[in-house]
């Protein structure tokens, strides 16, 4: 059987630890050629992972070597232009997150690769792990009752990052919440079934990152951080639930890292980090803990799906119509933060 033919774009840190080495670890698969505006990245990469082809523009990588499905793992500000030039050119696509910078982009993804009939997901790596799978089953036989609150956190003491683009507005199109914060909305609107939205309300602030530092995840610039140190909101549903969401990068608080989605039910209530259940039987309160629940690595398990769903063997666990209501959620945040009012939906 002919192995399916993988092309990278983008030669960075994620491209090369989570995915050329997960795809390298699955049958059937072959990595032909890899990518990079810096050809010398490029030229390294292809040498280390023993990748045959390398180029310095992804256009001229997919007509040469017609690729049956590509990573794309370059800045959020080029994921819709080179993922639509993929799936123009035949190609499955697996999209880091998020989806894109606007809601246009998102919508413009998920039109192509309807257009072109092809597979589009994206690297919400979360959402394979057993405790989402585990609490997604228990919530879908209805174990729960009415889900009507969340809460979602994902802050950091001095978590700012000291590489890459992340504190670069213009590339990434926001900081800790289009950044790590979204990793967690997505699972709490996943595990909700996502409803409609009735409105959203938010805050930033970015009054630690501009003053320049050295915090747990190296040195940054004051002078090209650009983005919000937090944002903080409340999303409200037609069905009258709701979801609190609190996302940082650094805040003077006691814990170095908090990543948490918490659930609330009329009948059970959760946490995922770790994976709790919280509720009463025969009028006592109960909590349940499942401590000896081994986890495979969540970014291995996203390649495998997605090499899956390309041979037809199962279908994308992330969707590009989920994709396109994780960005809306995103944009309204942001909008609502910079005008200072609520968003109706």
Not at 37 to 47: G, H, R
Not at 210 to 224: E, I, R, S
Not at 325 to 337: E, F, G, N, R, V
Request: glycine fraction near 8%.
């Amino acid at each position: 059987m002919e192995k399916l033919k993988i092309a990278i774009i983008g030669a960075g840190q994620i491209a090369r630890k989570s995915h050329i080495t997960n795809y390298q670890a699955l049958k059937g698969v072959e990595v032909i050629a890899v990518c990079d505006t810096n050809l010398e990245a490029a030229a390294s990469t292809a040498e280390e992972f023993h990748i045959s082809k390398y180029f310095g523009n992804h256009v001229e990588m997919l007509e040469a070597t017609k690729p049956d499905a590509v990573s794309v793992c370059v800045p959020n500000k080029y994921h819709c232009s080179i993922t639509c030039d993929a799936l123009e050119r035949g190609c499955h696509v697996l999209c880091e997150k998020p989806p894109a910078i606007t809601m246009e982009e998102a919508k413009k993804m998920d039109r192509t690769a309807r257009e072109y009939n092809r597979l589009l997901t994206y690297g919400f790596h979360f959402r394979y792990g057993n405790n989402v799978k585990k609490l997604k089953k228990k919530i879908d036989n209805r174990d729960f009752g009415d889900i009507y609150g969340a809460r979602v956190q994902w802050i950091r003491r001095r978590g700012i990052p000291g590489w890459g683009n992340f504190t670069n507005k213009t590339l990434q199109g926001g900081g800790p919440l289009i950044d790590i914060g979204a990793h967690m909305l997505d699972l709490a609107v996943y595990l909700m079934d996502y409803p409609v939205i009735d409105y959203v309300c938010a805050t930033s602030h970015d009054k630690i990152g501009k003053n320049g530092g050295t915090g747990l995840m190296g040195t940054w610039d004051a002078k090209k951080f650009t983005v919000e140190d937090g944002l903080f909101g409340f999303i409200k549903f037609k069905n009258g639930a709701s979801i609190n969401l609190e996302t940082s990068f650094t805040l003077n608080m006691k814990e170095k890292d908090i990543r948490n989605v918490q659930l609330f039910g009329d009948k059970l209530g959760a946490t995922l980090f770790p994976l709790e259940l919280y509720g009463e039987d025969e009028h006592q309160q109960i909590n349940i803990s499942y401590p000896f629940d081994d986890e495979k690595d969540l970014y291995l398990s996203e390649v495998e799906n997605f090499v899956n769903a390309c041979l037809g063997k199962e279908e994308l666990l992330v969707t590009s119509q989920q994709a396109v209501y994780i960005q809306t959620l995103i944009c309204t945040l942001y909008d609502s933060a910079n005008t200072g009012r609520p968003i109706m939906l």
